[in-house]
RNA sequence: GGUCUCUUGGCCGAGUGGCUAGGCAGUGGUCUGCAAAACCAUCUACGGCGGUUCGAAUCCGCCAGAGACCUCCA
């Protein structure tokens, strides 16, 4: 499975196509994913951003590399809009709610552990917290004072973007151009303290009633919108790491800060290759909590909102977006989770057929054939949706075995076996929902198709049809074949 | 206003110069006591106009529409 490895391809925002992924340590992967700022539910357009790195995380396990996941949790609040008057957001909230601005960042952060665990997500290796790096976050300030990309005013530090400019090209990341940015720059608060529009905060100065400040060189303040992923990266990844993740939303002006910290900070660019995951879009509009076009993971799960017409698994959700590439834009209609509920209950019911399948003497397919298809399309910047019509071709090919028109050798099927398992459980992070079958259940359920059975025999179709419907109301729906019956 | 991106069949969504994407839905058939499932076959495309090319959904230009970023946001 190594010799996968120098295949994968992935497309580079900093470059703006597609290249050969080359970790800058053979065999080992630093990577890197914004995190949620935690001050209020995840919904399900940030579910979407963490369910697609972890996929990348996932396959690049997959085909042999050790991966260090860091993902941040943002617990100091970012400054707000201009009405908010540079208030920090968990403080607003906190003061509103009476409560303490960790006893907010804790609600929150079990929340979205619970739902991404429920996405079957797996958890980052590391998850450092903006709070707990406070001290590595001045020290990366004092470094970029040292080096002459920063300057100090009234106890806030700011970034000097002219200055990094002459050097280093501010905008790469995004595609701007730095007049352009100048000419469309707006008055913000706290402008009078900048020397130039462009420049941003990497530390600022506490009022009295901002409720999260720290001491440091420059007084009581907290740290700047940017800052701490540039410090944890650094701190668990090093100065250049290989991949950094995030929201298309992110580009600019997060990113493009981290570049420029990190790069005047080391004189290295923090970031070989920068990955972009594009939006959920509700009604054909990007999914926000702000204009209120936004649903949570919970209420889609338990069909409690006003978008869907019932409820979802959240392994079709899952499925769901694996349908589309990371780098699209998808839109969530309650039409197109139905067909992706159907489309993922058949890939389940072709999975647990494998365990039933006949064995051939030969293979009427080329099992090796499909199954490099797999790697192919993973291969090409994890490109899901390819990926999963691949498995559908094998959904077919499983399903005609069944059906007898078709043959797999004994070989073939362990093979097959190993890497549907592998794609659909391992890669896509896709299991099946246990429909039912438990234990007390399973028993009785053995006793009632027996006796349908007999009636069937009988052909007594009232008995037989009254069961099956009575069965169907109940949520169960029983499967006749030449073999016998079957429910789930 | 500036920068950028997108527009694929009933719906979702891949593809980026010639070769079936796939899922869901529809239609016809096989199977079945009838269903369901499955299998086989089949239908509906590349926003508009022009250009490049032997050939364009795919490249170029213009037009129309949509979206993202420019301000915390995955």
């Not at 951003?49 to 996932?58: L, P």
């Not at 389940?348 to 399948?357: D, G, I, P, V, Y």
Request: hydrophobic share 35%; aromatic share 10%.
């Amino acid at each position: 499975m190594s010799s996968r490895k120098g295949n994968l391809h992935v497309y580079n925002t900093l470059s703006g196509k597609k290249e050969i992924f080359e970790p800058i340590n053979e065999g080992l992967v630093g990577l890197y994913v914004c995190g949620p700022t935690v001050y209020s539910n995840v919904h399900l357009g940030n579910c979407r951003s963490f369910i697609s790195f972890d996929v990348v995380a996932r396959y690049l396990r997959f085909i042999d590399y050790k991966v260090r996941y860091v993902r941040n949790i943002t617990d100091v609040g970012h400054l707000v809009d201009d009405a908010d008057q540079g208030e920090d957001k968990i403080s607003k909230k906190a003061r509103l709610e009476q409560l303490e601005p960790m006893e907010i960042v804790q609600e929150y952060t079990i929340d979205f552990h619970k739902v991404l665990e429920q996405f079957n997500n797996i958890p980052p290796n590391i998850e450092p917290t903006a709070t707990g790096h406070i001290i590595e976050q001045i020290e990366l300030v004092q470094r970029i004072i040292e080096n002459g990309f920063a300057y100090e005013t009234n106890g806030s530090v700011y970034f000097d973007v002219e200055k990094y400019n002459e050097t280093h090209p501010y905008g790469e990341l995004s595609g701007r151009k730095i007049e352009d940015l100048i000419s469309n720059t707006r008055e913000l608060d706290g402008q009078s303290e900048k020397h130039a529009p462009l420049d941003f905060a990497l530390w600022k100065n506490a009022s009295d009633e901002h409720l999260m400040k720290w001491p440091s060189p420059w007084g009581l303040g907290f740290p700047g919108w940017h800052v701490e992923c540039s410090a944890m990266s650094t701190k668990y990844l090093g100065e250049q790491f290989d991949i950094h993740g995030g929201g298309m939303d992110l580009k600019f002006p997060h990113h493009e800060c981290e570049i420029a910290q990190g790069t005047s900070a080391s004189g290295l660019s923090p970031v070989k290759y920068w990955l972009h995951g594009n939006m959920l879009t509700l009604d054909g509009k990007k999914m926000s909590k702000s204009t209120g076009n936004s649903i949570l993971p919970e209420e889609l799960f338990s069909g409690d909102n006003t978008f869907m017409e019932k409820a979802f698994d959240p392994m079709v959700v899952r499925f769901f977006m694996m349908q589309a590439h990371y780098r699209s834009t998808l839109d969530f209609t309650s039409e197109a989770l139905v067909a992706a509920e159907k489309g993922y209950n058949k890939l389940m019911e072709a999975l647990s057929l494998l365990e039933k399948l006949e064995v051939s003497s030969e293979s009427s397919l080329d099992v090796n054939e499909l199954i490099n298809s797999f790697y192919t399309a993973m291969d090409d910047d994890f490109n899901a949706p390819i990926l999963v019509a691949h498995l559908f071709d094998a959904v077919k090919f499983i399903n005609s075995i069944n059906d007898k028109k078709a043959t797999i050798s004994k070989e073939d099927l362990f093979s097959l076996k190993a890497a549907m398992f592998g794609f659909v459980n391992i890669v896509l992070g896709i299991k099946n929902v246990e429909s039912g079958s438990d234990n007390k259940l399973s028993p009785v359920m053995d006793l009632v198709l027996d006796l349908r059975q007999e009636a069937r025999a009988n052909k007594d179709w009232g008995t037989s049809d009254k069961i099956r419907n009575g069965l169907a109301a109940a949520g169960i729906v029983v499967k006749d074949s030449k073999e016998g019956s079957s429910w789930k």
